[in-house]
């Protein structure tokens, strides 16, 4: 069975830094995209960050320049660097993957995490 469990979140204060980690586990055959999503209170989820196999990224307008979305392929392993936060970004932060779960599967199998959450508050 494929999980992502997501770690990193908590209560920073505005201007701090947080970096969240989401690390995808059991039968993988491949991992495309992996992403980053957030739902505030009464908002609906939004796209973060993404980041291909590649590497090529992806960025929400409202993070760039603050946020960074990285990966390492050999632990299936997705971070988010988010500095300069800002009370606006308190939400709660999913990770997303789409995998190929054996070789000449031509589904991509769409997971989430749980979520994180992150609350920017002085």
């Known amino acids: 069975q494929v999980q992502l469990v997501e770690s990193g979140g908590g209560l920073v204060q505005p201007g701090g830094s947080l970096r969240l980690a989401c690390a995808a586990s059991g039968s993988i055959f491949s991992i495309n995209t992996m992403a980053w999503y957030r739902q505030a209170p009464g908002k609906q989820r939004e796209l973060v960050a993404g980041i291909t196999k590649g590497g090529s990224t992806n960025y929400a307008d409202s993070v760039k320049d603050r946020f960074t979305i990285s990966r390492d392929n050999a632990k299936n392993t997705v971070y988010l660097q988010m500095n300069s936060l800002k009370p606006e970004d308190t939400a709660v932060y999913y990770c997303?993957?789409?995998?190929?779960?054996?070789?000449?599967?031509?589904?991509?199998?769409?997971?989430w995490g749980q979520g994180t959450q992150v609350t920017v508050s002085s």
């Open positions: 997303n993957a789409g995998m190929r779960l054996y070789w000449g599967d031509r589904i991509e199998h769409v997971y």
